[in-house]
């Protein structure tokens, strides 16, 4: 695909994501926008597991609840995120969500709410914060419910797009994706980087000069907010 030639072709301004496989930024008035998944995930049987011996669980993506089954839930249940919240509900379980949806808000408000143990269910990836803040301060325990690696082809496809300037915003909605794809944003390109959050905005390479703006609410359904915002 000549991507030059392709981008005179919409009259809407263009946008990329990296969101996974089946997942989407959904459709946006005024906006042309498509997804290229740069990641393959795979649930994995974490075998049997003593939640009892838990006060509470985190379920930090829609993934980590997807993956992951229980018989029975301990008192309290955390989530990282309206959309992960939203599989939960659908689930008859009614999460704890903290104010902003990060790992900082996270581990504020767990220390806050006074627990004293906690299960963590995650991918293999992602950051450390949460971790590193209470594991001296209470028992904590991390499941990987899903493995996430990386797809050369869709990360491929992913640098001929961001080296050719062809989108008018790149969309990264995961610090592991930034990880990845910074490195080949473009400083002749005019585009705008839209993060999701401030420890996916920490892992954008800075030895690029492009504008990044970062969401106020750290979900999906903020960077809609964003993108209708900059109409």
Not at 9 to 14: I, N, S
Not at 59 to 88: N, Q
Request: glycine share 6%; with cysteine; charged share 30%.
């Amino acid at each position: 695909m000549n991507l030059q030639e392709d981008s005179k072709r919409y009259q809407k301004r263009r946008v990329i994501s990296f969101r996974p496989e089946g997942k989407s930024l959904g459709e946006v008035e005024g906006f042309h926008i498509i997804n290229i998944p740069i990641e393959r995930t795979l649930c994995v049987n974490v075998g049997p597991i003593d939640v009892k011996q838990f006060e509470a669980i985190v379920f930090m993506s829609e993934k980590s609840v997807e993956c992951f089954t229980v018989d029975r839930m301990p008192e309290k249940v955390y989530a990282i995120g309206s959309e992960t919240a939203l599989l939960l509900k659908a689930k008859g379980i009614v999460p704890i969500v903290p104010e902003t949806y990060d790992s900082k808000s996270l581990a504020d408000r767990i220390l806050k709410d006074g627990i004293s143990s906690l299960l963590v269910i995650r991918s293999n990836k992602g950051n450390s914060y949460l971790r590193d803040k209470l594991q001296g301060e209470i028992k904590y325990k991390e499941v990987n419910s899903y493995i996430i690696e990386n797809d050369e082809k869709g990360v491929e496809k992913a640098k001929e797009y961001l080296e050719s300037c062809w989108a008018d915003y790149i969309v990264f909605t995961s610090s592991e994706t930034a990880k990845v794809l910074s490195k080949y944003l473009s400083d002749r390109c005019n585009y705008i980087v839209i993060s999701i959050g401030p420890f996916t905005t920490e892992s954008i390479e800075r030895k690029k000069e492009v504008k990044i703006i970062e969401s106020k609410e750290h979900s999906i359904a903020g960077i809609r907010k964003l993108l209708q915002d900059l109409r």
